[in-house]
């Protein structure tokens, strides 16, 4: 499992026009479900995402997770980010899990986010969505599930 988190200031989504999610200050969570991932990285990744102090402190330093910061969750299905892009100019998707894996593990993914305190809002699954956000830092983190953390 791959994320693209963006602490923000604002972020939604759209679907046609239509207003899906959208939050105030928290993370916007990109994420992605690779073929070979199960329980345990939705597990391991609702934990990194719940406890990462990306926030800043009366300070100005990262000493805040999301739910200390008063913060939502985001979060976005993306299978983009499985992309292979080393052969060829048109990138391939194999590595992405089929989708109806996907849908189940990004719906698990939020629903342990949620189990873990946070207020979280989604996009729509396998849609054409529009994504909107105001990036507060910046601050962008890539995370993977770790290879011995994905099911076998």
Known sequence: MRAVLQRV???????DGRLVGQIGRGLLVL????????PDAVQYMADKIRTLR???DETGKMNRDVADSGGAVLLVSQFTLYADTS???RPSFVGAAPPDLARTLYED???ALRA?????ETGEFRAHMDVSLVNAGPVTLVLESLPAVRSQ
């Not at 200031?9 to 679907?15: I, M, N, Q």
């Not at 994420?31 to 199960?38: K, L, P, Q």
């Not at 873990?116 to 979280?120: K, S, T």
């Open 54 to 56: 990306i926030f800043p």
């Open 109 to 111: 993914l939020a629903a």
């Open 116 to 120: 873990r305190g946070l207020h979280v």
């Open 9 to 15: 200031s604002s972020a939604a989504v759209h679907v």
């Open 31 to 38: 994420v992605g479900v690779g073929s070979h991932d199960g």
């Open 87 to 89: 052969g060829g100019r």
